[in-house]
């Protein structure tokens, strides 16, 4: 039969290898648990004590910890200099039609397709405001 310790110890390594192969912080806590488990099953507490000590430890850990581990594991979003094109006026090269999947301007010799903001037709020509980025087109408004 197997011992508190083992199985205590077992549960550890358990929850870590689990934390390792993922990338969100899934278990951690759990590995924090069974290890005050496993430290109370050496301290000779029984196993009601010792699986009241595993939750109560976890939920600790999970309600003081896991806001602070998510906010600093989150990516920052990050600038590009594609952001001072937001706001510029550009020239329509290209009738912008969601219907027809059209519209096109330039901005330093690059084309860039475009949408209208609020689907309105704008025709070749016109003078527009770029208002987003969404993914490799602009979105403008006249």
Not at 64 to 93: C, E, M, W, Y
Not at 104 to 117: A, G, Y
Request: aromatic share 6%.
């Amino acid at each position: 039969m197997i011992s508190n310790e083992m199985f205590w110890l077992a549960a550890v390594v358990i929850f870590a290898v689990a934390e390792a192969t993922t990338q969100g912080l899934v278990s951690i806590w759990f590995a924090g648990g069974a290890l005050a488990g496993l430290i109370a099953a050496m301290l000779g507490a029984s196993i009601t004590v010792q699986t009241v000590i595993f939750i109560a430890v976890s939920a600790i850990l999970i309600l003081a910890l896991r806001k602070i581990a998510v906010k600093s594991f989150r990516n920052p979003k990050s600038h590009t200099n594609l952001d001072r094109i937001v706001g510029q006026k550009v020239i329509i090269s290209e009738e912008v039609d969601l219907l027809k999947k059209t519209g096109k301007v330039t901005i330093n010799d690059v084309e860039w397709k475009v949408k209208s903001e609020d689907g309105e037709v704008i025709p070749e020509g016109d003078a527009v405001t770029v208002t987003a980025i969404e993914g490799v087109k602009l979105v403008v408004k006249r």
